[in-house]
């Protein structure tokens, strides 16, 4: 595969040495005794194969550096490394001879001149995250396996033996001088044999540093993956996946001397990858197959009227959900291929090319329009639905509940609909809190889709046991230290649709935070430290009963006022159209005995919308 972009340097990379493109075993051009320079990110490559019409390097390698005004902490979690894992394995799997593409990285092209030595180095203003998630991984792969060269093949991607006959340096193919302790990080769990199982882990990934604690529960996060049997049932499937990720995964790179360039690259290539109008060219596929001119007029209208409508990105968007509720599997692939490969190429077809899809897409387009935009939505559903939904959108992490919405829209208009949406708000949250994977809270949603299709009343549905949750984990995690969570702005929205009347729509603000009741850092005169002892704050600092959305950004100094002025100076024109953080204001006090009642009470309300049995 090679991608080609309209600017200066563009070639591909795979990961693996051995697919002659990117790599990290070659030495660096730059072999210095000291080839520091200052707050970079560096690593060596050797030029891929001259593809027609690209332009090679000039040296035999490069170097990429992440200078200090753009270059980003490690931020990617579990959700992003297990649907990494499970999209790489599943390309494995399925497709063990293509490529599996892992990500772009923007480059800004400089010369650079140290020690009288001038050399092309390569500014990276995106591709850092999956740069060392790769890093991870092979750090986990080497210690995981008993297979020496394996092991040696992971040691030289990791870290440049020195050579002192070739006047090469011993070095780590990455390293980061612009994070505080990251390089130490690196050299005792990264590069040290066994050091990705080390039990340090645990308490830097609790730590505050951004980064290390990220990196280090990625470490754990990738060890559970691959130690996972449903994922990787034999060893056999473990070592596909191997030889997969070092031999098939592929990177691309653009570059360009402009600086401007290079940030308008890293805007587009954010977005999901390099625009392409997927909906433009599916048009066209399904006019194609419509013989009849009056008939294409008429969808090639309409096609056009709801793309300028919603906005391209947006309708693609819309065609992604038809394409789940058609496949009902995850997304391997683009969204052409997919409707290509998995819908129209399915035997027999799940849809038909022309009028049936254009039929097809305008049905789930007008369920959307009033299941999900309550445009033309039967007034007999009243306030209470479009609450739940209002909260839905503003507060879930993903939009892979809408598919199973339209779906029985389509079938069952609004028969029920209020009882399906309880259903799929609970199922979809208590997935996410508990903390599923996407993988699996997109699995569990298609299973919905599935129990909709093959049932003949609305009450099928309901009774399937496809909407069942860990109800015992869920209360455990709401029970304890929400803040900082995901999903804490969530849960306390949910808490103020339950405590809504729904005789008016819950106007939520644009803005809202989470703030803390009692203080995180109340001042030593504060009323706070005599009504609560230090165990004490400790225990319920973050914890429901505690926490409250405001409909402003926070005020720290405001925040830690006394009780009696913080409600007045801080809560009373914050909370107008907040019901639960409105109920505060009729407190006069805020001691332990008031947060443990709070508490409870929020508690038993959250049990009881999901179900629960307090």
Not at 390 to 398: D, H, T
Request: hydrophobic share 40%; net charge neutral; aromatic share 10%.
């Amino acid at each position: 595969m090679r991608i080609v972009a309209e600017l200066a340097a563009k070639e591909v990379f795979p990961w693996r040495p051995a697919a002659a493109a990117l790599d990290l075993s070659a030495p660096s051009p730059y072999s210095r005794a000291n080839p520091s320079r200052g707050r970079c990110f560096k690593t060596p490559f050797r030029k891929a194969a001259k593809p027609p019409r690209q332009r090679g390097f000039v040296t035999s390698g490069f170097w990429l550096c992440a200078p200090q005004d753009y270059q980003r902490a490690y931020v990617w979690g579990k959700d992003e490394i297990s649907e990494l894992i499970d999209d790489v394995n599943y390309a494995s799997e399925h497709n063990p001879e293509g490529q599996y593409f892992l990500g772009s990285m923007v480059l800004r092209k400089a010369t650079r001149t140290t020690d009288g030595v001038s050399f092309e180095e390569y500014e990276l203003l995106d591709g850092q995250q999956r740069l060392t998630t790769l890093m991870l991984m092979l750090a986990c792969i080497r210690d995981r396996v008993t297979d020496d060269k394996l092991k040696a093949a992971c040691r030289e991607m990791l870290f440049q033996e020195e050579n002192k006959w070739k006047k090469i340096p011993g070095r780590n193919r990455i390293v980061y001088d612009i994070r505080d302790n990251v390089g130490t990080f690196i050299e005792s769990y990264i590069k040290t044999d066994g050091g990705s199982q080390s039990p340090d882990l645990v308490g830097i990934a609790a730590s505050k540093n951004l980064s290390l604690s990220n990196m280090a529960a990625g470490l754990q996060t990738i060890h559970a993956s691959i130690d996972d049997t449903t994922r990787f049932p034999s060893e056999a499937d473990f070592d596909r996946f191997v030889g997969y990720l070092l031999n098939n995964a592929l990177f691309i790179y653009v570059s360009t001397e402009e600086l401007d360039d290079a940030f308008r690259l890293f805007t587009i290539l954010n977005d999901r990858g390099i625009p392409l109008s997927n909906s433009d060219i599916l048009k066209a596929k399904n006019l194609g197959a419509i013989s009849k001119d009056s008939e294409r007029t008429k969808w090639a209208e309409y096609w056009e009227e709801v793309e300028g409508e919603m906005g391209r990105d947006e309708f693609d968007r819309f065609l992604s959900l038809v394409r789940t509720i058609y496949v009902k599997d995850k997304a391997r692939e683009g969204l052409l291929k997919e409707f290509d490969e998995r819908i129209y190429g399915a035997k027999p077809p799940l849809l038909a090319l022309g009028t049936d899809s254009f039929e097809a897409v305008k049905a789930y387009k007008d369920a959307f329009d009033e299941a999900i935009q309550f445009d033309g939505l039967p007034t007999s559903l009243g306030n209470a639905y479009r609450n739940r939904i209002n909260v839905m959108r503003r507060g879930l992490p993903a939009t892979d509940w809408i598919p199973p919405v339209l779906a029985w829209y389509r079938k069952f208009k609004a028969q029920k609909l209020l009882d399906l949406i309880e259903r799929i708000d609970n199922k979809f949250s208590a997935d996410w809190i508990v903390q599923l994977t996407p993988t699996q809270r997109i699995s569990n949603m298609n299973e919905v889709l599935k129990a909709i299709e093959s049932a003949r009343t609305p009450d099928e549905v309901l009774a399937n046991r496809v909407f069942d949750f860990d109800s015992k984990q869920l209360m455990d995690l709401l029970d304890g230290a929400i803040y900082g969570r995901r999903f804490a702005r969530y849960v306390l929205l949910r808490l103020e649709y339950l405590l809504a009347s729904h005789a008016a729509p819950l106007n939520l603000p644009d803005e809202i935070s989470v703030e803390h009741i009692l203080p995180q850092t109340p001042g030593k005169a504060s009323q706070w430290l005599k009504d609560f002892t230090d165990a004490q704050r400790e225990v319920w600092l973050h914890r429901l009963g505690n926490l409250m959305l405001l409909s402003r950004r926070k005020n720290t100094s405001l925040g830690n006022l006394d009780f009696a002025d913080k409600r007045v100076r801080y809560f009373e024109d914050r909370v107008e159209s907040l019901p639960n953080s409105q109920r505060l204001l009729a407190l006069g006090t805020f001691t332990l005995g008031d947060l443990e009642v709070r508490h409870k009470d929020l508690l038993n309300r959250l049990a009881g919308s999901y179900g629960i049995k307090a």
